[in-house]
């Protein structure tokens, strides 16, 4: 898993400019991720390579699009010192994993990553570094591991 | 120990006697909100979860973020979102305005709960309701249940003295804020706006004050609910109000009184300096109006500063206002006129170019004034395009002067 690192007050306009979200179709949004901010990162991103980010990550707008995007352009889980409200609950509800870490920026561009989202044991290969954080609590990573809200809602029954 | 009025509200639609900030919670909710942008994601997620609304009435979708149509792909959206509205029944649907001013002036009432899939849902809050924005699932999840889970938050108190200096508005004393507290400063939390400034404010100033409160980060702002409220509304609600002893995590005193006119400076709202330190700036296009400053008391002021003169000839001048209602007040006070005369430009009621999506897409190296309330890089055009955030009174003296002025050398 190679990191992506990005840094503070990330907003949802960096990463799916509202101009780029009249659709709802994930494979679209995947390819606009970070256009104009990062526009290298949706040509080279790899499917289980994730973000590292500081605080605020997700800050701004309510459109789901942006953790959507995010998820559909590969990234297995994004790691921040904090998330915006809306984005925390978005990101869970459609199944990109989160992980709150206070040390996330000791994590560099290009590490090779290793998260335990049992245990938010996170290794960074590179450096030889294990960073610990809380883990999400158990339902919420039910939640997630079913790839979200909706296919949760399924699988209880719904509707 | 006392309670505050987000956990009176909260605690009032869970069925509970009490609740405290960092309970887990789940509650009724007595309006669920979605506009063109969030509206189909969350019907998408609906159709996977539920076959039918748990009550249409209390579902209100509004086309405001691209209407009419830009182009096919927003029109598709805007079909399917319709088809929606008919075959669930829903009988509250507008194409007339934003859709926080609509919700205000059409249903919210005082001691209930909003949920919207936008983040500014937090503006209803001015009106004594607990009222917060959510992604489009969340919305669909709403949609079938009419419940909604929340964590209760820690609540911060702002409180606000002092009378404003003239030229003064409350969006320059909530950007001032903003500047303080900074774009995290009160992440998760209730932001509850009290004292002798917001007990004397209008119902508009204090819905500024809300709309802004998740540029802080907050789940809700709220302020409560008074005679003011009433008479807006025009209709009887609960009203809470936070205990004497109520549990703040934070309390901060603002001297209204000390607050010069402010600007959010590109690229983030916390960004704040006095709209001196960046007077001169050119500007090639002007924007009052959306969710925060759209209403009759700012295009009163817009109109006071413009009237009988001409705008730069280098600038464009928006002025949208946020409903039908506010359009139709200001054409019958004549401030559509003076504002037509001066070289504005009126625009249909709804979000206007605040999205970037059509109605003044700004060009590389453009630099915008506006009244909205976000300036990220790229919302409203070219990422290499510059917003400044200000109050309905900088924005229209900067648009006679071409470019970024003190507002009071104009009233």
Known sequence: MRAWKFGNDVNTDLITPGRYTITTDPEKLGKIAFIEHRPEFAKNVKAGDIIVAGKNFGCGSSREHSPVAIKAAGINAVIAKSFARIFFRNAINIGLPLIICEDAEEIDDGDVVEIDFDTGRIHDKTKGVVLNAKPLPKFIQKIVEKGGLVNFLRSEGYP | ?411
């Not at chain 2, 960092?22 to 506009?35: K, L, N, P, Q, S």
């Not at chain 2, 059409?106 to 949920?115: A, E, H, I």
């Not at chain 2, 059509?358 to 300036?375: D, K, M, P, W, Y």
């Open chain 2, 1 to 411: 120990m006392g309670l505050t009025i987000t956990e009176k509200i909260l605690a009032n639609a869970s069925h509970k006697s009490k609740v405290t900030s960092g309970d887990f919670t789940i509650a009724d909710v007595d309006i669920v909100m979605a506009h063109d942008s969030t509206a189909p994601l969350a019907i998408e997620g609906f159709c996977e979860i539920g076959k039918k609304v748990f009550d249409p009435n209390k579902i209100v979708i509004v086309f405001d973020h691209f209407f009419p149509p830009p182009n096919i792909d927003a029109a598709r959206l805007h079909q399917r979102v319709r088809n929606f509205i008919t075959e669930q029944k829903i009988p509250n649907f507008f194409t007339d305005g934003v859709c926080h001013q609509i919700l205000v002036e059409k249903f919210v009432s005082p001691g209930t709960v909003v949920v919207g899939a936008d983040s500014h849902t937090c503006t209803e809050g001015a009106l004594g309701v607990f009222s917060t924005g959510l992604g489009s699932t969340d919305i669909a999840g709403a949609m079938v249940t009419g419940k909604c889970w929340f964590r209760i938050p820690e609540s911060l108190r702002f409180n606000l003295f002092g009378s404003p200096r003239k030229g003064v508005c409350a969006k320059d004393i909530i950007l001032n804020i903003i500047g303080q507290v900074g774009a995290d400063g009160a992440l998760y939390k209730a932001a509850e706006f009290t004292g002798d400034y917001v007990k004397k404010a209008s119902v508009s100033s204090r819905l500024t004050l809300c709309n802004m409160a998740v540029e802080t980060g907050a789940k809700n702002g709220i302020i409560e609910a008074d005679g003011k409220t009433e008479e807006f509304l025009g209709r009887e609600g609960k009203v809470f109000k936070s205990d004497n002893d109520a549990v703040y995590e934070e309390e901060y005193e603002i001297e209204v009184d000390k607050i010069d006119p402010q600007v959010a400076c590109p690229p983030t709202v916390d960004n704040v300096k006095s709209v001196a330190s960046v007077e001169g700036k050119d500007v090639d296009q002007a924007y009052i109006g959306t969710c925060t400053n759209g209403r009759l008391e700012d295009i009163e002021m817009a109109a006071r500063i413009l009237k009988g003169k001409k705008i730069a000839d280098n600038v464009r001048l928006l002025v949208i206002p946020a409903s039908t209602r506010v359009y139709l007040d200001a054409f019958g006070k004549g401030y559509i006129q003076k504002i037509v005369e001066s070289g504005g430009i009126i625009c249909n009621p709804g979000c206007g170019p605040c999205v970037g999506r059509h109605e003044g897409v700004l060009a590389e190296g453009e630099v915008c004034i506006s009244t909205q309330n976000r300036n990220f890089s790229g919302r409203m055009g070219s990422p290499k395009a510059e917003i400044y955030l200000a109050s309905p009174a900088t924005v229209a003296a900067s648009a006679l002067a071409g470019k970024i002025v003190d507002p009071r050398e104009y009233l």
